[in-house]
């Protein structure tokens, strides 16, 4: 099992929807602290495992699996991220467009993602 992160503006900018349930084909790439940003900033006690990003490198191996939970994650902005401000809300379905929630501006996802595929099996 697999903690992904999707940044908003991935899906905002050519996304498509997915649901739990869902099998989906992403190219992920490793998650540590500089490569999240700032969710590592602002979720506390979050793990991530890798980042989806159809805009990355296209030569890396497709990675297939069953979504079994999203998330949405909001956070504070002042100058930056807000450490610690981080709201991460269950949902059933990723939507392409989604709203900030008062003060705290939508980010992106975090998925739970059932790896069916091994990406490194040739």
């Known amino acids: 099992m697999l903690q992904v992160w999707m940044d908003f503006w991935q899906m905002e900018c050519c996304g498509t929807p997915f649901s739990v349930g869902d099998e989906v084909s992403w ?29 990355g ?29 981080g709201i991460v809300t269950p949902v059933d379905t990723a939507e392409r467009w989604n709203d900030d929630r008062g003060d705290h501006r939508f980010g992106g996802f975090l998925i739970g993602l059932l790896v069916t595929t091994d990406p490194t099996a040739g």
């Open 27 to 55: 190219l992920l790439r490793p998650a540590d602290t500089t490569a999240l940003g700032w969710p590592g900033v602002v979720l506390d006690g979050v793990t991530v495992d890798a980042i989806e990003d159809h805009h």
């Open 57 to 85: 490198d296209a030569e890396a191996p497709q990675t297939v699996g069953t979504v079994t939970s999203i998330a949405t994650a909001h956070y504070r902005l002042a100058t930056k991220p807000v450490p610690g401000s």
